[in-house]
């Protein structure tokens, strides 16, 4: 948001997705030879992706948890692979200190934790480097998080979760304007509730932080429209366009080319003027 209190557009970040997991619930596995997946990286970035988010833990729902050594095996060397071949930046999305501390050694530029970094070790890890980190709202665990979510007040209590974590952070030594704030959609929330948070995401604009928002392909898409993952596309713009307009500053997303161009689009609409 800029002094005036409207949406800067241009200042909107494209986060693209690259999970390196056998199990990830939308491209899972598809990217996991490094080949592949530096060829996907070429291609987001070409299509205008701002950074890179890398995962090696599935975290969709019923995921069980990975082993701290193939997480580094998967993430670490890609990492360093994309560090020395392209000037995109790269954030690992990741819950485990050892992960994070090792990123951080080799060139991460942004930390992407849906744990919030309630992790053993990570606020320390994250305190000792100066990179922005993501916190993100998750009720309950990936394995249990959608049996019947329940919240007394969504929007009141994932901001108290938000204010409790900024200060666990602020305490153990991250300053308050390195944080990103992310609702979690889809982390332990029904369906009415995600489009909630959609209809409301500007609300969270009170805590003075930029606002990561992630729908890309979600079954808060599939199970609105019925349709199977790879037919979400128009639903995944859907969202992303609405969360830009509720003042999202990053957007994380599986299709970088067709994001940028509703951007594009939005950009054009709010800036005609400009246009020739
Ligand atoms: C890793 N991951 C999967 N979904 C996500 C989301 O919505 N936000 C963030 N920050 N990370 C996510």
Not at 1 to 27: C, E, R
Not at 150 to 175: S, T, V
Not at 218 to 233: A, P, T
């Amino acid at each position: 948001m800029n002094p005036n209190n409207t949406i800067d557009y241009q200042a909107i970040k494209i986060m693209g997705i690259l999970n390196v997991t056998p199990d990830s619930f939308s491209d899972g596995g598809k990217f996991i030879n490094a080949t592949d997946a530096l060829f996907q990286v070429e291609k987001m970035v070409n299509n205008g992706a701002d950074i890179i988010d890398i995962g090696g833990e599935s975290t969709r729902p019923g995921a069980v948890d990975v082993d701290e050594g193939d997480e580094l095996d998967r993430v670490i060397p890609l990492l360093k692979a994309i560090k020395k071949n392209f000037t995109v930046e790269v954030s690992i999305d990741t819950s485990k200190s050892v992960v994070m501390e090792e990123a951080i050694i080799h060139g991460a530029d942004i930390i992407n934790d849906v744990r919030a970094l309630q992790n053993k070790g990570c606020l320390s890890v994250v305190a000792k480097s100066d990179l922005p980190v993501c916190l993100m709202h998750m009720q309950g665990l990936p394995r249990t998080m959608q049996n019947s979510p329940k919240y007394d007040n969504l929007i009141i209590d994932i901001k108290e979760f938000f204010n409790q974590r900024i200060h666990a952070c602020i305490n153990a030594g991250i300053a308050r304007e390195r944080i990103i704030l992310d609702p979690g959609f889809g982390f332990g929330k029904t369906v009415a509730q995600n489009y909630q948070l959609l209809n409301q995401l500007s609300q969270f604009k009170s805590l003075g932080l930029p606002i990561l928002s992630g729908t890309s392909r979600k079954s808060m898409i599939g199970n609105l429209l019925s349709c199977d993952v790879n037919e979400r596309l128009a639903g995944s713009l859907a969202t992303a366009i609405i969360a830009m307009q509720q003042g999202a500053s990053i957007i994380r997303v599986h299709d970088v080319k067709e994001t940028t161009d509703a951007l594009n689009i939005l950009k054009a609409t709010n800036n005609y003027l400009s246009l020739t």
